[in-house]
């Protein structure tokens, strides 16, 4: 009931390519949704977040897709670029409750 | 700049010792919390506090302490009784616990085993 699955665990993508991570969540009581972007050495910051009210939210070439009815949700990262290699974390929360996935380790290759 | 400050940033701990881990937000955060990070396990939560002289276990509570006794402050000890000390540990603040809303993270404190 409280698990955040993500996945991939780990990713490759070619510069100027799609990025994809998906994760999904058990408990419908969750009301936001943030992804965090974690470089090595430091700690997470918040990328973008959405509340299960929107199907979509974009921020430049960030994108979080959101299905209310599959329990899912995702970050796109369009025109990825080297900057982008980093550690994405999904999270879900409600309340004073917040539950993390495990992380998507995220390369891009020049 | 407001933020959190995390120190120190590398840190090394004997058998038998207890180490403390300081955590200061000077972005006037009600709740502050903390977190342990191993490879490929993401946020475990330690503990968490909503407001000052009160704080919460989180799921991996066991070898560790804390204290809330400034609004700013949130150190963490990880004692003797911590058999695996050695991760990565985040301390993180938000407005308040009780409405969503994303939290701010300091840049760690890695702890290793002498």
């Known amino acids: 009931q409280q698990q955040v699955k993500q996945s991939p665990q780990s990713l490759i993508v070619q510069k100027g390519g799609i990025s994809i991570i998906n994760c999904a969540y058990e408990?419908?009581?969750?009301?936001?949704f943030p992804w965090y972007q974690q470089f090595p050495g430091k700690g997470p910051a918040l990328l973008i977040a959405?509340?299960?009210?929107?199907s979509e939210k974009k921020e430049g070439r960030f994108t979080i897709s959101f299905n209310k009815s599959a329990k899912q949700f995702s970050l796109h990262i369009m025109d990825s670029q080297p900057g982008d290699s980093a550690t994405y974390f999904c999270?879900?929360?409600?309340?004073?409750?917040?539950?993390f996935g495990k992380g998507t380790r995220l390369h891009i290759l020049p | 700049d407001g933020g959190i400050t995390q120190s120190p940033k590398y840190l090394f701990r004997k058998e038998g010792q207890n180490v403390t881990l300081s955590c200061e937000q000077n972005?006037?955060?009600?709740?502050m919390y903390w977190y342990r990070q191993d490879p490929g396990q993401g946020l475990r939560l330690i503990y968490y506090?909503?407001?000052?002289?009160?704080?919460q276990k989180g799921d991996i509570a066991e070898g560790y302490s804390v204290s809330r006794e400034k609004k700013e402050s949130f150190p963490l000890t990880v004692t003797s009784a911590q058999k695996n000390p050695t991760a990565f540990y985040l301390c993180?603040?938000?407005?308040?616990?009780?409405?969503?809303?994303?939290?701010?993270f300091g840049d760690g404190t890695r702890l290793s085993i002498l």
């Open positions: 959405i509340r299960p009210d929107v």
């Open positions: 408990n419908t009581a969750f009301d936001y």
């Open positions: 993180a603040s938000s407005i308040d616990r009780a409405a969503p809303q994303p939290q701010h």
């Open positions: 999270a879900a929360s409600k309340d004073d409750k917040i539950i």
């Open positions: 972005l006037n955060h009600d709740a």
């Open positions: 506090s909503q407001i000052v002289n009160d704080f």
